[in-house]
Structures are given as structure tokens and as C-alpha cells.
């Protein structure tokens, strides 16, 4: 495949828009997200074809090198895709669009869930972050201090899905969140603390750090609708809720 490509980023881009069966060329990665893009980075673009046409382009599908990576695809499976793609296309950059605005609607959708698809996905992370949390303290506890610092690094993991889903966002790539969250601030959470406690308690595990921070996670998932998830666990939350009152990242 390689050989069929041009030279230069530019030089396809200007291929593509000549194609008449492009209707839409959309960048994700770091050279969208703006300061992010380095001299290692590459450009990874996105390329929609109308529905039903034929394009030399579509055999480039998949294709990857130093300085291009490649996904060809139709107008209806560029809707559909999700799941992983789901952030790198919420803060994708537009780069053309001949459906009158109909490829800017789709990437503009894709930032947001939907009120139950994001209802259930905060459930399961919830769930998916107390369990991980009470096996760290629990193994601290029982004096298993490495399984309980991999059982918090993993809770961290499950808490920021959780946060970005009650608001309703994809969470974003390790790479990016920083530079989501000073753009784009999670309601309820300073920045600058959160970072901190998270990335405190994936470092070192600490049980008073995470029971404080449970606190804040728990009040807000019970505004949310989410106390049944909380109350299953019975009177296991005694062990996740701090000893004495505290926050672990203020307002």
C-alpha cells in the first residue's frame, strides 16, 4: 500500500478532496488536539466515502506509516463507530465536509452519551470502582501491600469512566486527559486536585486517600441515581467509607 501513497500529509489530503467520492476528511489524534502534536507525531485521518460509491481510496483502508495513518470508510459506518474511537472522534477536527454539515453532525455526537446509555455505563463503572477499591483496602488490610496498590491503580481506571460518564462524555485516552480536563472540567471537580489524588492513589495506594475520595465519588453517584449500585454492597461500604470526615479533591 505504501507505495501508492503520496509523499506528504498535504499532498493527500489534496488527493482525497479531488476524489469525488470523499465526502468528509476528519483528523483525530494529537495533531487535533491542539499542543499536543510533536515531531514524532503522525497524522491520523479518517477518510468517508459516500454510501454505495467506489473509490481507489478504499484499498488504503488500514493503512499506516511514520507519517499517515489511514481509516477509509462510508458515511453510515463512520455513524456507527463507537466503543474506543468514541473520544478521538468527540474532539476530531473537521477537516471537510460536503454533506452540508451531515459529517460535523455526526463527530459532534459522538462527545456526548445519551441520558440511559450513560446512566448504564456510570452503573457498571461504579460497581466496577468499589469493587476494585475494597480489594485494595481489604488487601492492605490483610497486609498484601502490592495487590493492594495494583487493586487502586485499577480503581482509578474504573473512577474516570465513571466521572465522564455522569457527564455524560466518553472518558479520554491517558494521553489526553489532562488536556481534557483543563479544557473541559468535570462539574463538581477541580481539576488540579483531582489529577493529584488520582494520580496519588495509583502511585502509592493509600487506604485514607481513597476512603476520602470515596466519600465525594459515593455523595455524588447518589444524586445521580446510582444509590441501589452503592447499596448492593451492603455493609462492605463500611470498609470503603473513611474513618473520620475529609475530601480527597475539593470543589
Same mark, same amino acid.
Given at each position: 500500500?505504501?507505495?501508492?501513497?503520496?509523499?506528504?500529509?498535504?499532498?493527500?489530503?489534496?488527493?482525497?478532496? $479531488?476524489?469525488?467520492?470523499?465526502?468528509?476528511?476528519?483528523?483525530?489524534?494529537?495533531? +487535533?488536539?491542539?499542543?499536543?502534536?510533536?515531531?514524532?507525531?503522525?497524522? $491520523?485521518?479518517?477518510?468517508?466515502?459516500? $454510501?454505495?460509491?467506489?473509490? =481507489?481510496?478504499?484499498?488504503? =483502508?488500514?493503512?499506516?506509516?511514520? &507519517?499517515?495513518? %489511514?481509516?477509509?470508510?462510508?458515511?453510515?459506518?463512520?455513524? *456507527?463507530?463507537?466503543?474506543?474511537?468514541?473520544?478521538?472522534?468527540? &474532539?476530531?477536527?473537521?477537516?471537510?465536509?460536503?454533506?452540508?454539515?451531515?459529517?460535523?453532525?455526526?463527530?459532534?455526537?459522538?462527545?456526548?452519551?445519551?441520558?440511559?446509555?450513560?446512566? *448504564?455505563?456510570?452503573?457498571?463503572?461504579?460497581?466496577?470502582?468499589? #469493587?476494585?477499591?475494597?480489594?485494595?483496602?481489604? #488487601?492492605?488490610?490483610?497486609?498484601?501491600?502490592? +495487590?493492594?496498590?495494583? $487493586?487502586?491503580?485499577?480503581?482509578?481506571?474504573?473512577?474516570?469512566?465513571?466521572?465522564?460518564?455522569?457527564?455524560?462524555?466518553?472518558?479520554?485516552? #491517558?494521553?489526553?486527559?489532562?488536556?481534557?480536563?483543563? *479544557?473541559?472540567?468535570?462539574?463538581?471537580?477541580?481539576?488540579?486536585?483531582?489529577?493529584?489524588? !488520582?494520580?496519588?492513589?495509583?502511585?502509592?495506594?493509600?487506604?485514607? !486517600?481513597? *476512603?476520602? %475520595?470515596?466519600?465525594?465519588?459515593?455523595?455524588?453517584?447518589? &444524586? +445521580?441515581?446510582?444509590?441501589?449500585?452503592?447499596?448492593?454492597?451492603?455493609? =462492605?461500604?463500611?470498609?470503603?467509607?473513611?474513618?473520620?470526615?475529609?475530601?480527597?479533591?475539593?470543589?
Amino acid at each position: 500500500m505504501s507505495h501508492e501513497l503520496p509523499l506528504s500529509y498535504d499532498a493527500f489530503l489534496a488527493r482525497a478532496a $479531488d476524489d469525488p467520492a470523499v465526502v468528509g476528511l476528519v483528523l483525530k489524534g494529537s495533531q +487535533a488536539h491542539d499542543g499536543m502534536a510533536t515531531e514524532h507525531s503522525d497524522h $491520523d485521518l479518517y477518510v468517508v466515502l459516500a $454510501d454505495d460509491t467506489v473509490s =481507489d481510496l478504499t484499498r488504503l =483502508d488500514g493503512h499506516r506509516s511514520a &507519517r499517515l495513518d %489511514l481509516v477509509v470508510t462510508t458515511v453510515e459506518d463512520f455513524r *456507527r463507530l463507537g466503543g474506543w474511537e468514541r473520544y478521538a472522534l468527540a &474532539r476530531a477536527r473537521v477537516l471537510l465536509d460536503r454533506l452540508d454539515g451531515g459529517i460535523a453532525e455526526i463527530v459532534a455526537t459522538k462527545g456526548h452519551l445519551g441520558e440511559e446509555e450513560a446512566f *448504564r455505563a456510570a452503573a457498571g463503572c461504579l460497581d466496577a470502582y468499589a #469493587n476494585s477499591l475494597y480489594r485494595s483496602v481489604k #488487601n492492605a488490610r490483610d497486609g498484601h501491600p502490592l +495487590a493492594a496498590r495494583l $487493586d487502586a491503580a485499577d480503581s482509578m481506571s474504573s473512577l474516570l469512566d465513571l466521572l465522564f460518564a455522569l457527564d455524560r462524555r466518553p472518558r479520554p485516552y #491517558n494521553k489526553y486527559l489532562e488536556w481534557e480536563l483543563e *479544557r473541559f472540567p468535570l462539574p463538581g471537580w477541580e481539576t488540579d486536585a483531582l489529577l493529584e489524588v !488520582v494520580g496519588r492513589i495509583a502511585g502509592t495506594g493509600e487506604v485514607a !486517600v481513597q *476512603r476520602r %475520595l470515596f466519600a465525594r465519588v459515593e455523595d455524588a453517584a447518589r &444524586r +445521580a441515581g446510582h444509590g441501589p449500585t452503592l447499596d448492593a454492597w451492603g455493609e =462492605d461500604l463500611d470498609l470503603m467509607r473513611p474513618r473520620c470526615p475529609g475530601t480527597a479533591a475539593s470543589r
